[in-house]
């Protein structure tokens, strides 16, 4: 087979550029992607991003890996149907909060209970990006938007909450202002042997600019956190105001894509003849 | 008749009717007998009436039967709802004396008191269906050993098996047999002799459906229980992993359809089944594998519809929307069975056809094709030849970067291939991850030839046209339908989907009656044949459409194509056509 060397975040970078808007948070999500990456030396032909709809479901295009742009909200299935099918491969998804939070919400507690190996990267801008700004399922209460215009009428999600009631195996928060860390902990996502969910902040500066107040409250997750602990997570989920950033909790158990293969391994080429028998 | 007879069982459904016309059918069958079953359900779980019909020929039959010679009715229900469809002159009505006592009019009556025997001379009254079944037998056949010999291998297999009631079912067959043969005078002339045994298997549409996705190489399915495709989901669940195949029930049909799509994008040929609710949940990501060029089946097992409908009732309602669904211009093939052996290989065809054409195809059952049991030649069940996607680099069929395969190192212009290259057939070659170096992304955005985000008004033309392109192609590749019936017709029939037995039977009745009838059927609808289509019109004076729906979605379709006027004959109240109704259907245009 023949095979390129790529060694470095740049040999991870498509000839596509980015259609963000300078200063989106997104630059940085997608610098750690190529970090993280090339930190792991991952055969970009053996590596797929997944993506549904929004700003951010267009990084696939900006990556020199395999790529699936899929529909909006559909991303998670989408990764898991590959992943079943060829669990040799790295699958990684990528979205926002409209994608990942309110049109695929539901793809996501399944995904957390099959624990199919595969990462998530949640860019959270907290805002509709592509559609010019109306209010998302992580806006906060009151957000005033053209979509909610007497203020927003609902509560504001908690994605770290919510992965952890879950019973994700993998819960993570990352910074788009924090690249390196961020690589980090996308590069731990990978690795993780199960369902990983990284929940980034990162800011939308057209629509909602919510970069400078994140630089000042975002906190690290205090070096002592036992992160077995789902417990402790979840408290540590409940502090909004100064949210924490880093790895919630981490659990190794069963993944339905190995239990699946491991089921399969007794194969025996199928034979129509045998199999009519059962007719007979 | 001789050796031809039609029973009927009406009962409460969870009395063992199902049951035990199933083991009737599967004794004729393995006794040498052809056999088509027809059945309704009721949409509850427990209770509620039901009918079985099993058709019984030592010819082939095509059709579920004009009538039932036999009514057996387990309740005075059962009478009410089925005694309109027993036989006029000379239909045997058999009842429970203790039930009911019908106004025989026409018929011959056989009254045997089955819940007497099976509460009496039994002494266990869940041993009623197989009193049913020995008097069966001794009225017509099939003899006893048969029946016992099914019922025997179907307890084996059965949890609630146990030696004392394998014995108490085989007391009920011989009391009964010994109650008929004694205590009636046989009246009626049907009667099922000894035939020679052929290689046949029995089995119903879902099964044939399944057996036809193993023998595609089905690599991955996903789906969600809904009536009446759940049987294609239970049937993968257990024998794909046997295969070296995956298997995940969604969460949704959304969800089906899209992993479908990831797992046929890692390689693995995939499908999902679903029924109208379903399927029209996955109109959007059928245009997603359309313009991202992913092959996919999926079977839409057509119920009553609309919204929920119908769940256990037979339409042929879902063509329009199978032709048309998702937004924007967006090519999809369509393959629609005909009876159990097609529902074997014509899913091959159609997996083959969506690794061929990279496009999602349709395979559109019904429900009575999905629960009807047929006895079939096992040699319509052989191996078949599996086609998969041209893959780039192959037979010399490359985009731009041919460079890429021959082994050495790829430069930076040449790991983008494209993966969207224009060709005259309008497939490209395509690739699956880890198979190379060459990588590209799928997208549902209109792209250029390398899959990327493309607004261009020529790109949008060009691509545009490359995948229809791939629809002229097929419609040039793909087998023709035969006509049926006389070359020199007059009157001629086009019809769809599970119909054909019945059509064709009416065709052979109404030639029989020395009217000039031939008959088309169609089993691809996208891209349709249309020179076979043409040609048939043009060599007839009148088509006649008949269409389990509404509307006319076939007549719809062909009228606005080729400007055909047909006398439409629509029948839509969930339950298919006979041949006589089709057949009356001819004589009035005569």
């Given at each position: 087979m023949s095979q390129v060397m790529t060694l470095t975040p740049k040999d991870y970078k498509s000839e596509v550029k980015p259609t963000w808007c300078p200063g989106c948070g997104d630059f940085g999500v997608l610098n750690a992607i190529y970090n993280s990456m090339a930190g792991m030396k991952l055969a970009p032909d053996q590596t797929v991003v997944v993506s549904g709809i929004g700003c951010s479901s267009r990084l696939p295009h900006f990556v020199q890996t395999f790529g699936f742009h899929s529909l909006h909200g559909r991303a998670l299935p989408v990764a898991q149907g590959l992943k079943m099918a060829r669990p040799d491969l790295t699958v990684v998804a990528v979205g926002g909060d409209g994608d990942l939070f309110s049109i695929g919400a539901g793809h996501l507690i399944h995904a957390a209970l099959r624990n199919i190996d595969i990462t998530v990267v949640a860019m959270d801008n907290e805002t509709y990006g592509l559609t010019k700004g109306q209010t998302s399922p992580t806006s906060p209460t009151g957000h005033t938007t053209k979509s909610t215009p007497y203020g927003l009428l609902a509560s504001q999600f908690n994605p770290i909450a919510t992965a952890l009631s879950l019973n994700v195996s993998f819960v993570a928060r990352g910074f788009s202002s924090k690249p390196k860390e961020l690589a980090a902990l996308v590069e731990q996502g990978i690795k993780h042997k199960g369902f990983s969910f990284i929940h980034v902040l990162s800011p939308c500066p057209t629509f909602y600019n919510t970069m400078d107040v994140w630089k000042t409250t975002v906190t690290p997750i205090p070096a002592d956190h036992d992160t077995r602990n789902r417990f402790k997570a979840m408290e540590l989920s409940m502090e909004t105001e100064k949210p924490f950033v880093g790895l919630f909790y981490q659990e190794e158990r069963q993944t339905m894509d190995a239990a699946a293969h491991q089921l399969a391994q007794q194969t025996k080429p199928f034979d129509i003849n045998t199999y009519m028998k059962r007719f007979t | 008749?001789?050796?031809?007879?039609?029973?009927?069982?009406?009962?409460?459904?969870?009395?063992?009717?199902?049951?035990?016309?199933?083991?009737?059918?599967?004794?004729?069958?393995?006794?040498?007998?052809?056999?088509?079953?027809?059945?309704?359900?009721?949409?509850?779980?427990?209770?509620?009436?039901?009918?079985?019909?099993?058709?019984?020929?030592?010819?082939?039959?095509?059709?579920?039967?004009?009538?039932?010679?036999?009514?057996?009715?387990?309740?005075?229900?059962?009478?009410?709802?089925?005694?309109?469809?027993?036989?006029?002159?000379?239909?045997?009505?058999?009842?429970?004396?203790?039930?009911?006592?019908?106004?025989?009019?026409?018929?011959?009556?056989?009254?045997?008191?089955?819940?007497?025997?099976?509460?009496?001379?039994?002494?266990?009254?869940?041993?009623?269906?197989?009193?049913?079944?020995?008097?069966?037998?001794?009225?017509?056949?099939?003899?006893?050993?048969?029946?016992?010999?099914?019922?025997?291998?179907?307890?084996?297999?059965?949890?609630?098996?146990?030696?004392?009631?394998?014995?108490?079912?085989?007391?009920?067959?011989?009391?009964?047999?010994?109650?008929?043969?004694?205590?009636?005078?046989?009246?009626?002339?049907?009667?099922?002799?000894?035939?020679?045994?052929?290689?046949?298997?029995?089995?119903?549409?879902?099964?044939?459906?399944?057996?036809?996705?193993?023998?595609?190489?089905?690599?991955?399915?996903?789906?969600?229980?809904?009536?009446?495709?759940?049987?294609?989901?239970?049937?993968?669940?257990?024998?794909?992993?046997?295969?070296?195949?995956?298997?995940?029930?969604?969460?949704?049909?959304?969800?089906?359809?899209?992993?479908?799509?990831?797992?046929?994008?890692?390689?693995?040929?995939?499908?999902?089944?679903?029924?109208?609710?379903?399927?029209?949940?996955?109109?959007?990501?059928?245009?997603?594998?359309?313009?991202?060029?992913?092959?996919?089946?999926?079977?839409?097992?057509?119920?009553?519809?609309?919204?929920?409908?119908?769940?256990?009732?037979?339409?042929?309602?879902?063509?329009?929307?199978?032709?048309?669904?998702?937004?924007?211009?967006?090519?999809?093939?369509?393959?629609?069975?005909?009876?159990?052996?097609?529902?074997?290989?014509?899913m091959v065809l159609a997996f083959n056809m969506a690794e061929r054409y990279q496009m999602p195809v349709i395979f559109l059952t019904d429900q009575s094709l999905t629960a009807r049991v047929e006895s079939v030649d096992h040699s319509a069940f052989r191996p078949l030849e599996i086609e998969e996607r041209i893959k780039f680099g192959q037979n010399g069929v490359n985009g731009h970067a041919s460079a890429a395969s021959n082994g050495h190192a790829l430069s930076e212009e040449e790991h983008v291939f494209a993966r969207y290259a224009y060709t005259a057939s309008g497939v490209s070659p395509t690739t699956t991850p880890g198979a190379g170096a060459m990588t590209y992304v799928a997208t549902g955005l209109e792209h250029d030839i390398y899959g990327h985000p493309n607004y261009e008004p020529e790109d949008h033309t060009a691509m545009m046209e490359k995948r229809f392109r791939k629809l002229a192609t097929a419609a040039e590749e793909l087998p023709k339908p035969q006509r049926y019936g006389d070359e020199d017709a007059t009157i001629g029939i086009i019809g769809w989907g599970s119909t054909e037995g019945a059509i064709q039977e009416a065709v052979d009745s109404a030639r029989a009656k020395g009217y000039r009838v031939a008959s088309l059927h169609p089993k691809i609808l996208s891209p349709l044949p249309d020179r076979a289509i043409r040609e048939f019109i043009r060599s007839v004076q009148t088509v006649i459409i008949p269409e389990c729906n509404y509307s006319g979605q076939l007549a719809n379709l062909l009228g606005a194509k080729y400007g055909l006027q047909a006398i439409r004959v629509n029948k839509f109240g969930g339950i298919p056509f006979t041949a006589g109704e089709i057949l009356r259907a001819i004589e009035e245009v005569s």
């Amino acid at each position: 087979m023949s095979q390129v060397m790529t060694l470095t975040p740049k040999d991870y970078k498509s000839e596509v550029k980015p259609t963000w808007c300078p200063g989106c948070g997104d630059f940085g999500v997608l610098n750690a992607i190529y970090n993280s990456m090339a930190g792991m030396k991952l055969a970009p032909d053996q590596t797929v991003v997944v993506s549904g709809i929004g700003c951010s479901s267009r990084l696939p295009h900006f990556v020199q890996t395999f790529g699936f742009h899929s529909l909006h909200g559909r991303a998670l299935p989408v990764a898991q149907g590959l992943k079943m099918a060829r669990p040799d491969l790295t699958v990684v998804a990528v979205g926002g909060d409209g994608d990942l939070f309110s049109i695929g919400a539901g793809h996501l507690i399944h995904a957390a209970l099959r624990n199919i190996d595969i990462t998530v990267v949640a860019m959270d801008n907290e805002t509709y990006g592509l559609t010019k700004g109306q209010t998302s399922p992580t806006s906060p209460t009151g957000h005033t938007t053209k979509s909610t215009p007497y203020g927003l009428l609902a509560s504001q999600f908690n994605p770290i909450a919510t992965a952890l009631s879950l019973n994700v195996s993998f819960v993570a928060r990352g910074f788009s202002s924090k690249p390196k860390e961020l690589a980090a902990l996308v590069e731990q996502g990978i690795k993780h042997k199960g369902f990983s969910f990284i929940h980034v902040l990162s800011p939308c500066p057209t629509f909602y600019n919510t970069m400078d107040v994140w630089k000042t409250t975002v906190t690290p997750i205090p070096a002592d956190h036992d992160t077995r602990n789902r417990f402790k997570a979840m408290e540590l989920s409940m502090e909004t105001e100064k949210p924490f950033v880093g790895l919630f909790y981490q659990e190794e158990r069963q993944t339905m894509d190995a239990a699946a293969h491991q089921l399969a391994q007794q194969t025996k080429p199928f034979d129509i003849n045998t199999y009519m028998k059962r007719f007979t | 008749m001789e050796n031809e007879v039609t029973i009927r069982i009406g009962g409460e459904s969870g009395e063992g009717t199902i049951s035990g016309g199933d083991i009737l059918a599967l004794a004729a069958a393995r006794w040498g007998y052809h056999v088509y079953t027809f059945r309704t359900f009721p949409a509850e779980i427990l209770g509620g009436p039901c009918m079985f019909q099993v058709r019984i020929s030592d010819k082939p039959v095509k059709s579920m039967g004009d009538f039932a010679d036999v009514l057996i009715c387990l309740n005075k229900e059962a009478f009410d709802r089925n005694v309109s469809d027993l036989r006029r002159h000379g239909g045997v009505l058999i009842y429970d004396p203790s039930d009911f006592t019908p106004d025989a009019g026409d018929f011959i009556t056989y009254p045997i008191p089955f819940n007497d025997l099976a509460r009496k001379e039994v002494q266990l009254f869940q041993t009623k269906n197989m009193v049913m079944l020995g008097a069966i037998s001794g009225l017509f056949g099939p003899p006893v050993e048969a029946i016992a010999q099914v019922v025997e291998s179907k307890l084996s297999k059965s949890r609630k098996s146990n030696p004392i009631l394998m014995e108490k079912n085989m007391l009920a067959l011989e009391v009964a047999k010994k109650y008929v043969t004694e205590q009636l005078t046989k009246r009626d002339p049907h009667r099922l002799g000894a035939v020679e045994k052929a290689d046949r298997v029995i089995l119903n549409g879902n099964q044939a459906v399944v057996a036809g996705a193993l023998a595609s190489h089905v690599g991955f399915f996903a789906g969600y229980p809904i009536t009446p495709a759940s049987d294609i989901m239970e049937g993968l669940a257990k024998e794909l992993p046997q295969v070296g195949g995956t298997f995940l029930q969604a969460e949704d049909e959304i969800a089906a359809i899209t992993s479908v799509l990831g797992a046929s994008f890692g390689g693995a040929r995939s499908m999902t089944a679903t029924s109208g609710p379903g399927f029209s949940l996955m109109s959007e990501a059928l245009g997603f594998a359309s313009m991202a060029e992913i092959p996919a089946v999926i079977v839409d097992a057509q119920r009553a519809g609309p919204s929920t409908g119908m769940p256990t009732k037979m339409e042929q309602s879902d063509l329009s929307f199978a032709l048309s669904m998702s937004h924007g211009d967006t090519p999809r093939m369509v393959v629609a069975p005909a009876n159990v052996a097609d529902c074997y290989s014509l899913m091959v065809l159609a997996f083959n056809m969506a690794e061929r054409y990279q496009m999602p195809v349709i395979f559109l059952t019904d429900q009575s094709l999905t629960a009807r049991v047929e006895s079939v030649d096992h040699s319509a069940f052989r191996p078949l030849e599996i086609e998969e996607r041209i893959k780039f680099g192959q037979n010399g069929v490359n985009g731009h970067a041919s460079a890429a395969s021959n082994g050495h190192a790829l430069s930076e212009e040449e790991h983008v291939f494209a993966r969207y290259a224009y060709t005259a057939s309008g497939v490209s070659p395509t690739t699956t991850p880890g198979a190379g170096a060459m990588t590209y992304v799928a997208t549902g955005l209109e792209h250029d030839i390398y899959g990327h985000p493309n607004y261009e008004p020529e790109d949008h033309t060009a691509m545009m046209e490359k995948r229809f392109r791939k629809l002229a192609t097929a419609a040039e590749e793909l087998p023709k339908p035969q006509r049926y019936g006389d070359e020199d017709a007059t009157i001629g029939i086009i019809g769809w989907g599970s119909t054909e037995g019945a059509i064709q039977e009416a065709v052979d009745s109404a030639r029989a009656k020395g009217y000039r009838v031939a008959s088309l059927h169609p089993k691809i609808l996208s891209p349709l044949p249309d020179r076979a289509i043409r040609e048939f019109i043009r060599s007839v004076q009148t088509v006649i459409i008949p269409e389990c729906n509404y509307s006319g979605q076939l007549a719809n379709l062909l009228g606005a194509k080729y400007g055909l006027q047909a006398i439409r004959v629509n029948k839509f109240g969930g339950i298919p056509f006979t041949a006589g109704e089709i057949l009356r259907a001819i004589e009035e245009v005569s």
